[in-house]
């Protein structure tokens, strides 16, 4: 990066949309760990499947197989809770992770969600339910100063 000249003292926002995934766990903890090596001020936003262990899961695993996708990070990190731990230890200093059921129903305004479920392609509202308990939105950041961190607004619940 240093080729193309990037300021490692800016604040970087990352978002990651269901890539860490298909990368093996030590890549992907690489990848997220250069974030808060290089960069003084970083935040990242990740949007991930999790859960993949139980019957919904093992579906999901195997719709990918059957495309010959493979999702080479997928056990490390299971759950809400691991993928809290994870970042921490990866050195972010602040960390939010909710599985998208949890967005939905606690940070979607009630007239958007009843837009939403309005929807044709919702109308199994369970289905639709079991499916956001299997992806998560993660929300971390590094600060480097501190009269920077009252900035950020923290979703807290």
């Not at 590094?142 to 950020?152: G, L």
């Given at each position: 990066m240093e080729e193309i000249n990037i300021d490692y003292s800016k604040?970087?926002?990352v978002f990651a949309e269901c890539v860490l995934v298909y990368l093996p766990t030590k890549d992907s903890d690489a990848l997220i760990k250069f974030f808060?090596?290089?960069?003084?001020t970083v935040y990242m936003a990740n949007w991930e499947m999790m859960k993949l262990n139980d019957q919904f899961g093992k579906m999901m695993i195997k719709n990918f197989e059957m495309r010959h996708i493979d999702l080479l990070g997928i056990h490390e990190y299971p759950d809400v809770e691991s993928q809290k731990k994870r970042f921490a230890d990866l050195g972010y200093t602040n960390v939010?992770?909710?599985?998208?059921l949890v967005v939905y129903n606690q940070y979607i305004d009630q007239d958007s969600r009843?837009?939403?479920e309005k929807l044709e392609f919702l109308d199994e509202l369970e289905e639709w339910w079991l499916i956001q308990k299997h992806y998560y939105l993660s929300l971390s950041s590094?600060?480097?100063?501190?009269?920077?961190?009252?900035?950020?607004?923290?979703?807290?619940?």
């Open positions: 604040p970087t926002l808060t090596d290089k960069f003084s939010e992770v909710y599985d998208m009843k837009r939403a590094k600060i480097k100063d501190q009269d920077e961190k009252t900035k950020i607004v923290k979703i807290s619940t």
